[in-house]
Structure formats: structure tokens, C-alpha cells
């Protein structure tokens, strides 16, 4: 009599789920910072676990545990770009069909930061700010900041050197501070 898959799977399973528990968040808000939708980030984040579990599951995954975090920002970061280019492209044909204007609400807030906290002004001036930095800057701060990242690791999920993942850092720290810089004078930032 064979044991149940489930049963096998078991330990490795737990192992797995602890581990989900703990980056999951981080990688859900990189995944956020990467796409115009939460549901787009939540597929892409589902996307991007099936592949590493795919991967592991076929040997064809190199590296241990350790290498699990570059590959998702990795992973991540190429199906936020795919899905993108596949909504710009859809968005083109419907508008060839369509003589409507059909516009794309950008009303709902959709926050970035999932958070109990009382102070969802200062989430939404920071969310605000990182939004309009160029994303270069801005994924390299939620890698950081957020995703608690080395310059090294960012640099490897990024394709780019630490000292350019460190330089981005920097540059983008300055940049958000200037644009928060108005609300911290008003007294609207605490930052």
C-alpha cells in the first residue's frame, strides 16, 4: 500500500509554507510595484511560484533556498513586463474596434502597501511617490527597503551591478525625498 502524495510531501511542504509566509509579502509588493493592478500582481506572483516549483520539481533549478529570492524578483520582474506589453497590445486592438473612448479607470486606489496601520495618508504620499519615480529607482528602493535585498542580490535579480543597484538606491531615495518634500513641510509626511 502506497502513502498518499500529499503525505510525502509533507515536511518539504511545511518547510515551503514557512517560507511563503515569510517573503511572500515582500515579493507580493514587489510584484505590486511592477504592475497596474493588484489582481496583475497577485497572477504574476502565482505565475512566477509555479515556475519556481516547476523548476524545482524538474531538477532543472540550480542553487538551493538561498537562490529562490533573486529568481522570483527575477521571474517577476520579466512577467510584469510581458503582461504589460500584452495589455498595451490588447488595449491597441479594442481601440482600432472601438469608436467609444473607453477609458481605463484610474479612480480606485490600489494600495501598494497592505497595512492595519492609522496612518494611510503618509502610505498613500510614499505609494504616490514611488509610483511616479522611474521604475529603475523605484524596484530597486521596494527591493531594498521592503524586500530587505543586498545591493548584490537586487544587482543579480536586476541584471545590473551592486554599485548601479546602490547608485539607483541613492538617486531614488533623493528623488522621493524631494517630491515628498512638500508634504513633510505641510506636516503631512513624518518622514
Avoid at 64 to 71: C, L, N, R, V
Avoid at 155 to 178: F, H, M, Q, V
Amino acid at each position: 500500500m502506497t502513502e498518499s502524495p500529499a503525505k510525502n510531501l509533507s515536511p518539504s511542504a511545511t518547510a515551503w509554507r514557512a517560507w511563503l509566509q515569510e517573503m511572500g509579502p515582500r515579493l507580493l509588493l514587489f510584484a505590486r510595484q511592477q504592475t497596474r493592478s493588484s489582481e496583475d500582481a497577485e497572477d504574476i506572483f502565482q505565475d512566477a511560484l509555479v515556475k519556481l516549483v516547476g523548476k524545482l520539481q524538474s531538477g532543472e533549478f540550480t542553487g538551493g533556498q538561498e537562490a529562490w529570492m533573486p529568481y522570483l524578483y527575477t521571474t517577476l520582474r520579466r512577467l510584469a513586463i510581458d503582461l504589460g506589453r500584452k495589455d498595451d497590445r490588447r488595449r491597441r486592438r479594442e481601440d482600432l474596434v472601438t469608436t467609444d473612448e473607453v477609458g481605463i479607470s484610474g479612480d480606485r486606489f490600489d494600495p501598494w502597501f497592505d497595512s492595519d496601520s492609522s496612518d494611510d495618508e503618509s502610505r498613500e504620499l510614499i505609494e504616490a511617490g514611488l509610483k511616479e519615480l522611474p521604475d529603475k529607482f523605484s524596484e530597486v528602493i521596494v527591493m531594498k527597503i521592503w524586500g530587505e535585498r543586498t545591493f548584490a542580490q537586487i544587482g543579480e535579480a536586476l541584471d545590473i551591478s551592486p554599485n548601479t543597484a546602490a547608485s539607483r538606491y541613492r538617486y531614488g531615495l533623493e528623488a522621493l525625498k524631494k517630491k515628498l518634500g512638500g508634504a513633510r513641510r505641510k506636516g503631512d509626511l513624518s518622514i
